[in-house]
Nanobody, 115 residues
Framework: QVQLVESGGGLVQAGGSLRLSCVAS????????MGWYRQAPGKQRELVIT???????TVVDSVKGRFTISRDNAKNTVYLQMNSLKPEDTAIYYC?????????WGQGTQVTVSS
């Protein structure tokens, strides 16, 4: 059973940056397309950015040009670099498989962007 642990969230002013990390247990990580999801209060969880094992990235329009995903397979870690943050980016951020059967969800990390 793969476990995911997200970290790096916090309170930041609009225009600021944060870097989130997600550490996964288990050797399956390196062959799995991973993604970052977010869930804002009162809204459904949404997938915002993905990265395949071969390095292909997809990103939703709302974060395009501001968010970047990367991974370090040796450390079983996927990162989310968030720049030019906006109040509407406020949410709990989670990582998980980009498609198919999901791993057990971690606790997420809270990102709050003040205006």
């Amino acid at each position: 059973q793969v476990q995911l642990v997200e970290s790096g969230g916090g309170l930041v002013q609009a225009g600021g940056s944060l870097r989130l990390s997600c550490v996964a247990s288990g050797s399956i990580f390196s062959s799995t397309a991973m993604g970052w999801y977010r869930q804002a209060p009162g809204k459904q969880r949404e997938l915002v950015i993905t990265l395949t094992s071969s390095g292909t990235t997809t990103v939703v329009d709302s974060v395009k040009g501001r968010f970047t995903i990367s991974r370090d397979n040796a450390k079983n870690t996927v990162y989310l670099q968030m720049n030019s943050l906006k109040p509407e980016d406020t949410a709990i951020y989670y990582c998980n498989r980009a498609a198919g059967l999901k791993f057990q969800w971690g606790q997420g990390t809270q990102v709050t962007v003040s205006s």
